[in-house]
């Protein structure tokens, strides 16, 4: 028999908003259709172990399909100021549970572990679906246990433990890797390190990082090329929030760039934003404004085609982003322009779109592609580039835009059941 820990009501669940008439309806019908098939359920999640899920949940059938299934488990995450994830699965009625939506919400802190995080996951999938599985074949197997809270009564109204650290959460990363043949080699060394505050009502988080990177080659002359690039950066982010739709905050940063000919830049950017949609559905759907205005001073390295060897340039920036996660698929594009307001002909505009979308039973389509317009590149050194900097990538061209792009589609057919877990010989 299938065990599912539920609390005591579990159209009372602090983690469901699902509407107690849906669920009512479905609970009701629950001794007279157990007749009806399993329950076929649509995983619609990049960061589920599916294999472990469907080891565990027993009592659905997990289909490949979402045209053909009873549920559409549409799972979204996003990363918590404490380091730690929250997830938000959408549970979404086809069929004869159209309009009978579930939705619950959790979340797994930073310690946990990938086996944590999945067992939490199941945990609380088994409670969205067992609603919807009361009403198929699986309900004469299904039953419900509640474990007594070790806490009396009492004690769970006890004001929460003052947090010592107040929100803040700390982070420090060291990388380093080396590889090479007999005639060249090459090694990288990066390092990192940022300090997060995330409440309601504000978010600050600052952070920095490092990186050098070194090449050496023997040609067949016996001539040797050594080349090295460095650079670091220290930036910081405060933002207040101003109701569901509205923030405001600012940027500061200090870096250097080998690249890009900038022995230190500093820059310096209050801004506005505003999102169509309220913050609190942004796991499904944001469009973002922001628009920020501030300063940038440049010290660099060698004089610039400009004819300079430090400059303060003041500048603004538009930037739109739009995100959809829905049941179709997802879609993620985004605009901005960044103009000197003392030069404006110096601007550069950049556009990126991404999406996957289903269009029919078994196909869908990814496309990715990014645009940017250059007209900014103050920092250019002057004198030419050699050879050897130019394919090494030592230093910064001068260039006009910048472009990538990609795409795919993929279509598949056969059984539409996917509930079989088999590892053996790597599982593939």
């Given amino acids: 028999m299938v065990r599912i820990i539920l609390l005591l009501a579990l159209a009372a669940l602090p983690l469901a908003a699902v509407p107690a008439v849906a669920a009512?309806?479905?609970?009701?019908?629950?001794?007279?259709?157990?007749?009806?098939?399993?329950l076929r359920v649509f995983l619609d999640c990049n960061r589920c172990d599916g294999d472990y899920l469907r080891d565990h949940v027993a009592f659905v059938e997990f289909v490949r399909d979402r045209a053909v299934s009873d549920l559409h488990a549409l799972v979204t995450v996003e990363e918590t100021g404490g380091g730690g994830q929250f997830w938000t699965m959408t549970l979404i009625g086809q069929g004869r549970f159209q309009n009978h939506n579930h939705k619950l919400t959790f979340a797994t802190p930073a310690t946990a572990s990938e086996d944590d995080r999945r067992k939490e996951f199941t945990r609380i999938f088994?409670?969205?679906?067992?609603?919807?599985?009361?009403?198929?074949?699986?309900?004469?197997?299904?039953?419900?246990?509640?474990?007594?809270?070790?806490?009396?009564?009492?004690?769970?109204?006890?004001?929460p433990p003052k947090d010592p650290w107040n929100f803040w959460v700390f982070h420090l990363g060291v990388n380093g890797n080396l590889n090479g043949e007999q005639l060249n080699s090459s090694h990288n060394y990066s390092g990192n390190a940022s300090a997060n505050r995330t409440t309601d009502n504000w978010k600050i988080n600052v952070q920095g990082s490092g990186d050098t990177n070194g090449n050496y080659f023997v040609l067949d002359d016996g001539a040797t090329i050594k080349s090295s690039t460095h650079s670091w950066n220290l930036s910081t982010l405060i933002v207040k929030s101003k109701g569901p739709h509205w923030s405001l905050g600012g940027r500061a940063s200090m870096s250097r760039s080998s690249y890009s000919n900038q022995d230190r830049a500093y820059q310096v950017a209050p801004g506005v934003e505003y999102d169509v949609f309220p913050y609190v559905v942004s796991t499904r759907k944001s469009l973002t404004i922001l628009y920020t205005v501030g300063a940038?001073?440049?010290?660099?390295?060698?004089?610039?085609?400009?004819?300079?060897?430090?400059?303060?340039?003041?500048?603004?920036?538009?930037?739109?982003?739009?995100?959809?996660?829905?049941?179709?698929?997802?879609?993620n594009t985004s605009l901005n322009f960044t103009q000197q307001l003392n030069m404006p002909e110096r601007y550069r505009l950049s556009t990126g779109l991404e999406t996957n979308v289903r269009l029919f039973k078994g196909f869908s389509f990814d496309v990715y592609a990014r645009f940017d317009r250059i007209r900014n590149l103050i920092s250019l050194r002057q004198e030419p580039a050699t050879d050897t900097e130019v394919l090494l990538r030592l230093q910064q061209q001068a260039t006009g835009y910048s472009y990538y792009a990609g795409f795919g589609v993929s279509y598949s057919f056969g059984s539409i059941f996917n509930s079989i877990v088999n590892p053996r010989f790597g599982g593939s």
């Fill in 24 to 38: 009512a309806q479905v609970a009701a019908t629950s001794c007279c259709n157990t007749s009806q098939p399993a």
């Fill in 126 to 159: 088994k409670l969205g679906v067992a609603v919807y599985a009361a009403d198929t074949s699986a309900a004469s197997s299904l039953d419900v246990t509640w474990e007594e809270p070790q806490l009396k009564v009492a004690s769970r109204t006890r004001v």
């Fill in 296 to 331: 940038s001073h440049y010290d660099y390295s060698e004089l610039t085609i400009f004819n300079k060897l430090a400059e303060t340039v003041p500048e603004h920036s538009v930037n739109v982003v739009l995100g959809l996660r829905q049941p179709w698929g997802s879609l």
